[in-house]
């Protein structure tokens, strides 16, 4: 019986490859996005300027307020309505995007917060121009705070990609749906699924405990 | 060179800088001491802009802070600011730390920044340091990093917020005579300190401050031997009684 089930999951690889694919894919362009408008939004949150602090600590809030499976079905089924037509994947990585640039934010923000006033009077004092303080004494110094709890937020939001199936992207996740259909071993097909996540993010999560240890250790710039 | 006419500050409803009306000239050595929370090192910091004023004028080579046209990150320039706490960049080495200005605010090129700043590490007394971090650096070594890193601006006026209060007693000799090395070489300076044998050595004036106003200035010949007012001779009885 076992022995059927596994030749039937082994005849299904090419959909599970897709599936992973699109689940790699979906993480990698999101997070690649989430980082960079993370940053800004967290740089722009620190930069002093009240208003539109508060604007991004709101939206942050609203964002980390509900359940991500609701701002999906917000995106794909609602945004329609008023007239912007979007693919499952538009909307899926739209959505990811979205939670990792709100995660990345706080994160950023937080490091950017951590360094001592007494580094920016230094080079406000140096005459720096506010980008050249940002670039050479407050981001590194932010980074080596941030990049470990960065790199662990970077796990959870592969995970939380597994959410997308909900739209009709055949993630790993659906997949997994899919083939529990024609192989009714549940407990075999998802310990599969799981797998495959776990061999995307292991990787990840073997970099931020690395990262920690030479955090506490190195004095120089962090280099990866 | 430095010019404050009825300068006044506020902190909320603390009152921190009375009516402050002093002068420094070029080549100038002025020493400001006082009890603390007198005032000076706020004084001092509204100079290169770290703090603003509430009202009076406060000119600084040529330019009125607070004016339109005065750019403020183009005059700091010119003023280097040595911090109690030294404040070195900790992610860059000695070198990094002194060529990071040069390079990004006056453009230089870096290997002539970086001769530059090893020749300004080397008068400081720190030629085997070049690729030290601070951490790496006694207290001592790295205010002698911080004031390197200031000179290799090539600033007209220095500012020195008590440079040596946050140094073991065996460390604060070796930071006064860089101090006393700069001040002979014709620098514009204002010190923040209670250090009296710097003051007597190469001070023309010294400004004592007591609750945000400048009560008394002298030389420090007068000062020191004849304070004028009640209050100079407490603190200086306090101060000198060790």
């Known amino acids: ?224 | 060179m430095i010019e404050f006419r009825g300068v006044n500050k506020w902190f909320g409803a603390l009152h921190v800088l009375k009516d402050i009306t002093l002068s420094v000239e070029p080549r100038e050595v002025v020493v400001v001491c006082g009890p603390s929370g007198s005032g000076k090192s706020t004084l001092i910091r509204c100079i290169n802009g770290l703090e603003t004023i509430k009202d009076g004028r406060l000119v600084v080579d040529g330019q009125r802070l607070g004016d339109r046209a005065t750019n403020m990150t183009e005059l700091r320039t010119e003023i280097g600011f040595v911090f109690q706490s030294f404040n070195l960049y900790p992610h860059k080495t000695a070198l990094e730390n002194v060529t990071l200005a040069p390079i990004h605010v006056r453009k230089i090129q870096r290997t002539e920044a970086e001769s530059a700043g090893r020749e300004m590490l080397a008068k400081v007394g720190l030629a085997e340091k070049f690729n030290a971090y601070p951490a790496e650096l006694s207290g001592g070594q790295q205010q002698r990093v911080a004031i390197a890193r200031c000179l290799c601006m090539r600033p007209k006026i220095m500012l020195f917020d008590e440079p040596t209060s946050a140094l073991d007693p065996e460390m604060i000799s070796e930071v006064l005579d860089v101090m006393v090395g700069v001040a002979e070489e014709g620098m514009t300076m204002m010190v923040v300190t209670h250090e009296m044998g710097f003051a007597r050595k190469v001070a023309q004036r010294v400004v004592f401050m007591d609750e945000g106003a400048v009560v008394e200035t002298g030389t420090p010949e007068e000062f020191f031997s004849d304070p004028k007012t009640d209050r100079s001779r407490a603190f200086l009885s306090k101060i000198l009684r060790h």
């Open chain 1, 1 to 224: 019986m076992i022995w059927f089930q596994f030749q039937s999951l082994i005849g299904s690889y090419p959909l599970a490859l897709r599936g992973l694919g699109m689940t790699v894919a979906l993480s990698a362009i999101s997070l690649v996005l989430g980082t960079l408008i993370g940053f800004t939004l967290g740089v722009l949150r620190t930069s002093g300027n009240r208003l539109v602090s508060r604007v991004i600590g709101l939206w942050i809030d609203l964002i980390r307020g509900t359940p991500f499976l609701v701002q999906i079905f917000l995106i794909f089924f609602i945004l329609p309505e008023f007239g912007v037509e979007l693919d499952a994947f538009t909307a899926g990585i739209i959505a990811l995007t979205n939670l990792a640039a709100c995660f990345i934010c706080e994160i950023v923000a937080a490091g950017i917060r951590s360094v001592p006033t007494g580094q920016v009077e230094a080079a406000l004092a140096s005459g720096l121009s506010q980008w050249q303080r940002m670039r050479q004494v407050v981001l590194p110094q932010a980074m080596r705070v941030s990049l470990p709890p960065l790199v662990g937020q970077y796990v959870l939001l592969i995970k939380d990609s597994s959410v997308v199936s909900a739209i009709g992207l055949t993630d790993l996740t659906r997949v997994g749906w899919l083939v529990v259909q024609r192989v009714p071993n549940g407990l075999l097909v998802f310990a599969i699924v799981g797998i495959g996540y776990f061999v995307v993010c292991y990787p990840l999560i073997l970099l931020a405990r690395r990262l920690e240890r030479r955090m506490s250790a190195a004095h120089g710039e962090v280099q990866l």
